[in-house]
């Protein structure tokens, strides 16, 4: 049997509410598989999710929000 776990990466939310970096959470998210590694897990995913309440705008080819 193969054990496992996967995370989607995302970026924390620091103590004044503001959002960390992108490079923060690829740093901690390389700390974690490193972690699960060392205890031995075999496997580690690592999705990707995008909330229908964010806009395109980070995607290609992306259509035009319509204007309000």
Known sequence: MEIGVYSFGNVRRRDDG???ST??????LLQVISFADD???D??????TTPRRCRCRHRAPCSPQPAR
Do not use: H, K, P, T
């Not at 490079?23 to 901690?28: G, K, L, M, Q, V």
């Not at 496997?43 to 990707?48: D, E, L, R």
């Open 18 to 20: 503001s959002l960390g």
């Open 23 to 28: 490079a923060e959470a690829i740093s901690d």
């Open 39 to 41: 205890v031995g897990l």
């Open 43 to 48: 496997y580690f995913g690592v999705a990707n």
